[in-house]
């Protein structure tokens, strides 16, 4: 793979002009993607009660690392995606695609993000500090070529939705660096992510409409199509759903009221990549979808609350011996 320099003669250019292009590829905007850290906040709080100045602390210390390293991952990302963002209708004006960036120093940043990220990891626990690494090395696997992830059919969904249960880990490791979330649970978020992921896989590959410039612009388009995108859509909601259910029927039963916003959210999200210039495609900008992001804040609020508040009602009327009736021997 080879890549074009930069245009010449940048130092003529101000000073604002020459370091933006470096700040729009560490891809700031998108630090709200780490929301999928707070779950993983508040589940280890339903557990574990630390002082409050320390949790504070270790919050926005373990924040500011978590967006660090995904900066670092977002800069690897752009440079290793350049030859392919430049076969896309809108990529192709990205500062490293238009080539408005000087390769090495793209480089030293995603070093110096990735570096600076594990340092302020090191403030809080050392749980983090592995969960974050994990997240940097998983930046690589998914975007350097011989392995490259995101080339390859399935393990391209699979291997960046990954980030979503260390995300949950960083959160949980923020508040309580011992122990760990359930397995059922962290199959669950995969799963979903995967779900969004397949579904902005499905909305680009449906914006493109070009069997030829999509395999051109995103190679695992070779692969797939509409109808093999939709399956796997269909696969990950259901596994991720039921893995959902598992931990609600073994850990906390009050998240079945829940069961059906949840849904909802998903339903919601998979509407919009059938639509023309989905907001499916940019999840950085889905804040801008009302009936999306009220139905999240529905379903994030009503898993908060039954997190914490107990229904002992629900004991007895999901009881696998009808209405508490004793079996007779």
């Not at 391209?156 to 949950?168: C, I, K, T």
């Not at 409409?209 to 797939?224: H, V």
């Not at 909802?264 to 639509?275: D, E, G, R, T």
């Not at 009220?294 to 379903?299: D, E, L, M, Q």
């Amino acid at each position: 793979m080879s890549f074009a320099p930069a245009l010449p003669r940048t130092e003529r250019l101000p000073i604002v002009a020459r370091v933006s292009p470096y700040l729009n590829i560490a891809r700031f905007d998108h630090w709200v993607k780490n929301v999928f850290v707070l779950p993983g906040v508040v589940l280890s709080l339903s557990v574990f009660t630390p002082r409050w100045q320390e949790l504070v602390f270790h919050l926005v210390i373990g924040m500011l690392a978590v967006g660090c390293v995904a900066s670092s991952n977002y800069v690897l990302n752009e440079v290793m995606d350049a030859p392919f963002d430049r076969c896309h209708p809108t990529k192709r004006l990205r500062p490293v695609a238009s080539r408005r960036v000087y390769l090495p120093c793209a480089f030293a940043e995603w070093l110096f993000l990735g570096a600076l990220g594990l340092g302020l990891a090191k403030f809080v626990s050392g749980p983090l500090v592995w969960t974050l690494m994990m997240l940097w090395i998983m930046g690589i696997i998914y975007n350097v070529p011989p392995v490259r992830s995101k080339d390859l059919p399935y393990l391209d969904v699979l291997s960046e939705a990954v980030n979503n249960p260390l995300r949950m880990f960083a959160g949980w490791y923020i508040v309580r660096p011992l122990s760990s979330p359930p397995l059922s649970l962290l199959i669950s978020y995969w799963m979903i992510g995967c779900f969004f992921m397949a579904t902005k896989r499905y909305a680009e590959y449906k914006e493109l409409a070009d069997p030829a410039k999509s395999a051109a612009y995103r190679r695992s388009f070779a692969f797939y199509n509409e109808e093999r995108l939709l399956t796997s859509i269909m696969f990950y909601a259901s596994f991720g759903m039921l893995m959902l259910g598992a931990f609600i029927i073994r850990y906390r039963l009050e998240w079945i009221l829940a069961f059906p916003l949840v849904a909802l959210v998903m339903a919601i999200y998979l509407s919009l990549s059938f639509k023309p210039d989905s907001a499916a495609q940019r999840p950085e900008g889905l804040y801008r979808e009302p009936a999306l992001m009220s139905s999240v804040i529905v379903a994030a609020a009503v898993l908060t609350i039954f997190l914490f508040v107990s229904v002992p009602a629900l004991q007895r009327w999901f009881s696998p011996i009808p209405f508490g009736l004793s079996v007779r021997r």
